[in-house]
């Protein structure tokens, strides 16, 4: 998609196609609201200024809009709008040994009994073994802590999600 054929979109497909870089209602909405962009780099700057006026609401709602890492089920399943996209961000967990697997399930249901949330992390890069060291690293973390550490990780995911959008 253009950034043109972007900002002529009717609003309903606007909003659609930015809640799948990001599945805050608020963030897509305010993002929608915006247009037209006369560049990436002001779309981008506009992400950013207004994912840091959104509250933990709007960050809890856009977790949810993600599969748990290595969880191949539920991407298939709950997530394929954003199918592609999420398994390309996780692909390196689908060469992990089972091993690996394992301890990243075990790890997000610790994760999630914990927090409340399923553990974010932008996956882009990562390998499955670096996954898993980052998410045993931050179980120890306070709530509020993890909050703002995986609302961070949603922020970097949304900026790649927008240049796949842009591609």
């Not at 972007?6 to 805050?24: M, Q, R, T, V």
Request: charged share 30%; glycine share 6%.
């Amino acid at each position: 998609m253009t950034l043109q054929s972007f900002n002529e979109l009717p609003e309903k497909e606007a909003i659609d196609s930015l809640f799948a870089c990001c599945g805050s209602t608020n963030w897509a909405g305010r993002m929608e609201g915006c247009r037209p962009f006369t560049t990436l780099d002001d779309l981008k700057t506009t992400a950013d200024r207004i994912w840091g006026e959104t509250t933990e609401t709007d960050w809890l709602e856009a977790f949810t809009h993600h599969p748990k890492i290595g969880d191949t089920e539920s991407l298939k399943k709950k997530f394929a709008a954003t199918a592609a996209w999420a398994s390309n961000e996780q692909s390196a967990v689908q060469s992990a040994g089972m091993e690996v697997l394992e301890k990243l399930a075990q790890g997000n249901r610790d994760y999630e009994l914990k927090f409340g949330f399923i553990f974010i992390v932008c996956a882009t890069g990562k390998t499955a073994t670096e996954m898993l060291a980052l998410l045993e690293a931050r179980l120890p973390n306070e709530k509020e802590e993890e909050l703002r550490i995986a609302a961070g990780e949603q922020h970097k995911i949304t900026h790649i999600r927008i240049d796949k959008l842009f591609a």
